[in-house]
């Protein structure tokens, strides 16, 4: 019976969405004196958001937005209920897209230049998170969308569902969380204070680790290969789908999780 009215209910909403067929578009640009500004959080619906670094002092958040409607004048009148907001709040910033719930599709993207110190609060749904040269720290979650970090520092803590985490050049703590789809991670460098923790399902994860780390690992699957290559490597536990090693001293914890995958850990060249 639930089944039945789940299947109801989602052809009840496809036919509604069809009666939007007319997409309209619509950007804005705000600006905002980075000065006394320590973090900034940014949430939207159904779009991208983008952060770069920059050497102005400013902090530029460009606003792509769009909604749809049976024409061109209801799509105009579905535009005006997407309502960008902002908030100081002590030395945070937040910056938010709200629209309505319903069968009628909005979104809006996030594009974002700030001060590369600026700490990271990101949201977003149906929709990627990608992050460059910033090194004030990273909290980001999305659903249906990757995750891309490239030449970051801090410490990061990412989630998604059903997207790839692809982190190119990072250094600090990182946690990362998926399901459904892959975990490259390149840590470019982790101190002794500072660990790591991957986990996805049904997808490959591969690590790369700095030259000088010192690290306890601990890797786990249930279906396909763990390897570890390139370190001198002491074992604790050496089984087909568990490890636990040791690299150097043992002084940071990296822990990393898949069930349907294969888990490949080695130097970074």
């Not at 804005?28 to 102005?56: F, K, Q, W």
């Not at 606003?63 to 024409?71: E, H, I, P």
């Not at 149906?126 to 969308?145: K, L």
């Not at 089984?239 to 690299?247: D, G, N, P, Q, S």
């Given at each position: 019976m639930?089944?039945?009215?789940h299947r109801?209910?989602?052809l009840?909403?496809l036919?509604?969405?069809?009666?939007y067929?007319y997409?309209?578009d619509?950007?804005e640009?705000?600006?905002y004196?980075?000065?006394?500004?320590?973090?900034?959080?940014?949430?939207?619906r159904n779009?991208?958001i983008s952060?770069t670094?920059?050497l102005?002092?400013?902090?530029t958040?460009?606003?792509?937005?769009?909604?749809y409607?049976r024409?061109?004048?209801?799509?105009e009148?579905?535009?005006?209920n997407?309502?960008?907001?902002?908030?100081?709040?002590?030395?945070r910033?937040v910056?938010?897209?709200s629209?309505?719930d319903?069968?009628r599709?909005?979104?809006?993207?996030f594009?974002?230049?700030?001060p590369?110190?600026?700490?990271?609060f990101l949201?977003?749904t149906?929709g990627d998170?990608?992050?460059?040269n910033?090194?004030?720290g990273i909290?980001?979650?999305t659903?249906n969308g990757?995750?891309?970090?490239?030449g970051?520092?801090g410490?990061?803590?990412?989630?998604?569902?059903?997207?790839?985490?692809d982190?190119?050049?990072?250094?600090?703590?990182?946690?990362?969380a998926?399901t459904n789809s892959?975990?490259?991670c390149?840590l470019?460098?982790?101190?002794p204070?500072e660990?790591?923790?991957?986990?996805?399902?049904?997808g490959?994860?591969t690590?790369?680790?700095?030259?000088d780390v010192s690290a306890?690992?601990e890797?786990t699957?249930?279906n396909?290969?763990?390897t570890?290559?390139d370190?001198t490597v002491v074992?604790?536990?050496?089984?087909?789908h568990?490890?636990?090693?040791?690299?150097?001293s043992?002084a940071?914890?990296?822990?990393?999780?898949?069930?349907?995958?294969?888990?490949?850990?080695?130097?970074?060249?």
């Amino acid at each position: 019976m639930k089944s039945q009215l789940h299947r109801l209910l989602c052809l009840s909403l496809l036919a509604a969405a069809c009666l939007y067929t007319y997409r309209l578009d619509d950007s804005e640009t705000h600006t905002y004196a980075a000065r006394g500004i320590r973090e900034l959080g940014a949430e939207t619906r159904n779009g991208d958001i983008s952060v770069t670094a920059t050497l102005d002092s400013v902090i530029t958040v460009e606003v792509q937005k769009y909604a749809y409607g049976r024409d061109k004048a209801d799509a105009e009148l579905a535009l005006r209920n997407l309502a960008y907001s902002d908030t100081v709040i002590g030395t945070r910033l937040v910056v938010k897209e709200s629209m309505p719930d319903g069968s009628r599709p909005y979104g809006a993207n996030f594009t974002i230049t700030a001060p590369e110190s600026i700490g990271l609060f990101l949201a977003t749904t149906n929709g990627d998170v990608t992050v460059q040269n910033m090194v004030g720290g990273i909290s980001a979650t999305t659903t249906n969308g990757k995750v891309e970090l490239t030449g970051t520092a801090g410490t990061a803590s990412v989630s998604t569902t059903n997207g790839k985490l692809d982190v190119k050049v990072h250094s600090g703590a990182f946690y990362g969380a998926t399901t459904n789809s892959a975990v490259d991670c390149d840590l470019a460098a982790l101190s002794p204070t500072e660990d790591v923790g991957l986990a996805t399902t049904n997808g490959k994860v591969t690590l790369l680790l700095p030259e000088d780390v010192s690290a306890v690992l601990e890797a786990t699957n249930t279906n396909g290969i763990l390897t570890i290559y390139d370190f001198t490597v002491v074992y604790d536990v050496q089984e087909e789908h568990h490890l636990r090693a040791r690299i150097g001293s043992g002084a940071s914890t990296i822990n990393v999780t898949t069930t349907n995958g294969d888990i490949v850990i080695r130097r970074r060249s």
